[in-house]
């Protein structure tokens, strides 16, 4: 029997029901049941750092079962960041503990009186006394917490959710991450520190199912792709990035740097420990760094692809051993790398164009002592430059004024993630009309980025080959709009997407025959794209009755207006130029292939299609 367990924090009354399976089951799980949490019960005036707001785990049905990658888990609430619909995914060993203790979710509401601490014992739930781990970083509250409860999985917040950084994340497995929208600031609103689980037994599923997902297991590790991120993980991003002008420098001044074989994969190889992967995963991406020596002597999990190119040259620096530290002080302090880094880009151009000053951080491009000094005063709030870019960007942008919008690069007020949005026109899509703001992982569209022309012809015969163009904006909203249902598919079910929309190792017709082997999950692949379209669409009602439209899927200027270069790194030669984003044309396909409105609305018929009829009292005019 599947649980939900409402917790009640303010006054300390916790609710363990059945999970209502009809809803489970449309809304396939995880993101998808949280977002139909959320949507029925925090509405316009819930402010999200109220104890009015939501905070929601949640995993999938394929969470923690024998499938691959079956690691994942979400965190869902109204996003401080945003104003929005908010979410952020994490992998690692969190999340199936927690699937394997009975839980589809963890729905917390109200605030707590004191620091406290969710215990989750099998179906058990208690709230513990958490004030003596207040102020401690992640990895000091999660040793901490597993000493106390043997053999059990935390997810915490660190400093900076306790201080209500709005670019705050909740950590769990030391250096695993549910990033984006904000979600630690919310968890730290709550004065919830901590969420403990351990299980004793594992999730039950058919025979019939563990025989495809044995097969499914199998197909996954033995594909080229998995190979390659296994060897040498997604920093093996950086250099293909860099040749065709997907590498973001200088808060997106440039597109490309000189310097990019000192933060590649092979760099990063050389601060190698051991590659590792999360529960259940074949593919084992993940890499275990160390400096062993000089001032940025740590030992990390990481970094990802993202994080290289967020304190790498997203902020002019070419030293991978600060990277590595900028790592572990996000993860510890409990940051967003992502949002972390962009801040810190955005406060180095502030001051590149005479617009912000520090009296102890020079913040010019590059300089050391400033991006680490800017990661600590974010997470502490501390007075002036770290309480401003607290906040994120568009905050900051806004109290510094003088035309610094420009500079503060997001969408809906999340920041931007590291591609380059001239040169990769199906990521300037996704950035764009993504729910929870600025993403790439909402969508995910690589098939032209990857040249998966298996894929391609597969899924769009009549959009070959020009849909593998990666300049070519014709048809980057049809590659969306299933690539945005296919991840809404993975988060829900618990799976990582490398196995999904990153390489289409699996198709949904995969996925679908394994799902429908498990109790109520009788679908097939139509059947499946279908509720991920759902999902999506109540994720874009969330936004339409906060008052969001066409305006808020837009660029910042800067990729509308200012063109980039390329040129080939060896002879130094003009590839191409003046690439901008033709984002009208783009939104314009997207929102008719929808069958939404030309603001960007979903329309009557399209939600009472997709059996979403109580939403549309939510339509504006």
């Known amino acids: 029997m599947a649980l939900t367990a409402f917790i009640n924090l303010t006054d300390g009354l916790i609710r363990i029901e059945e999970s209502p399976a009809e809803t489970v089951q449309k809304y396939l799980g995880s993101r998808g049941y949280a977002a139909k949490i959320l949507y029925d019960n925090v509405g316009l005036d819930v402010e999200p750092l109220s104890p009015e707001n939501y905070l929601i785990f949640s995993t999938g049905p394929l969470t923690g079962t024998p499938w691959p990658t079956s690691a994942r888990y979400t965190v869902t609430a109204k996003s401080p960041l945003t ?17 394997k203790a009975g839980f589809d979710a963890l729905v917390f509401t109200g605030k707590s009186d004191s620091k406290t601490i969710l215990i989750v014992d099998d179906n058990k739930l208690s709230l513990v006394d958490g004030s ?4 401690r970083d992640t990895e000091e509250t999660e040793n901490i ?36 929208c904000g979600v630690g600031a919310v968890m730290g609103s709550k004065n919830l520190k901590a969420v403990v689980c351990r299980a004793s037994a594992d999730v039950p599923y058919p025979d019939s199912f563990k025989k495809v997902a044995l097969e499914m297991m199998k197909k996954v590790g033995k594909h080229p792709e998995a190979k390659f991120l296994r060897k040498w993980g997604t920093a093996l991003l950086i250099d293909p990035k860099n040749s065709s002008g997907d590498l973001p420098a200088k808060n997106h001044q440039e597109v490309q740097v000189p310097y990019w074989k000192e933060v590649n994969a092979e760099m990063l190889d050389r601060y190698l420990d051991k590659n590792d992967g999360c529960y259940n995963c074949p593919i084992r991406c993940s890499r275990f760094t160390s400096v062993k020596e000089g001032k940025y002597k740590c030992s990390t999990e990481g970094p990802e692809y993202e994080t290289i190119n967020s304190f790498g040259p997203m902020v002019g620096n070419n030293n991978m051993e600060l990277i590595i530290y900028a790592n572990l002080l996000c993860n510890r302090y409990g940051l967003d790398t992502i949002s972390t880094g962009v801040a810190i880009a955005f406060a180095m151009e502030c001051h590149q164009r005479g617009l912000l000053d520090d009296e102890e951080l020079s913040l010019e491009w590059g300089d050391e002592k400033s991006i680490t000094g800017l990661i600590e005063r974010i997470a502490y709030r501390k007075e002036g430059i770290g309480d401003l870019l607290a906040e994120g960007v568009k905050r900051a942008a ?7 919008d420009h500079y503060a690069l997001h969408v809906k007020g999340m920041e931007m993630p590291r591609q380059e949005p001239r040169t990769t026109k199906g990521m300037a899509l996704a950035h764009s009309t993504s729910n929870r703001g600025a993403d790439h992982l909402y969508a995910l569209p690589t098939i032209d980025l990857t040249g998966n022309v298996e894929a391609a012809s597969k899924l769009f015969p009549e959009c070959m080959p020009e849909i593998l163009e990666r300049t070519s904006e014709k048809y980057k909203p049809d590659m969306n709009i299933l690539s945005e249902a296919y991840c809404a598919i993975s988060d829900a ?17 995969d996925i679908a025959r394994g799902l429908s082997e498990l109790p109520g999950y009788d679908l097939d692949e139509k059947d499946l794209i279908k509720a991920g379209e759902r999902i999506v669409n109540i994720e874009r009602m969330y936004n339409v009755r906060q008052g969001f439209n066409r305006k808020d899927d837009q660029l910042p200027s800067r990729f509308l207006t200012e063109p980039a270069t390329l040129i080939d790194m060896e002879t130094k030669e003009v590839i191409s130029e003046g690439m901008l984003v033709d984002l009208d044309y783009m939104l314009d396909r997207y929102y008719r292939l929808r069958k939404w409105t030309e603001n960007g609305i979903p329309g009557t018929d399209k939600l009472n299609e997709l059996g979403l009829e109580e939403t549309v009292k939510d339509l504006k005019g």
């Open 83 to 99: 104003g929005a619909y908010g979410y952020a995914n994490s992998s690692g060993f969190f999340g199936p503990e927690l699937r």
């Open 132 to 135: 003596d781990l207040w102020g």
């Open 493 to 509: 079910l618990g799976v990582c997407k490398f196995t999904t929309t990153e390489a289409f190792i699996l198709y949904p017709e």
């Open 145 to 180: 917490l597993k000493e106390r409860y043997e053999d059990s999985k935390v997810a915490s917040i660190g400093p900076g959710g306790e201080n209500l950084v709005k670019i705050s994340s909740v950590i769990n497995d030391h250096g695993r991450a549910a990033a984006r």
């Open 398 to 404: 806004e109290k510094i004024g003088r035309g610094s």
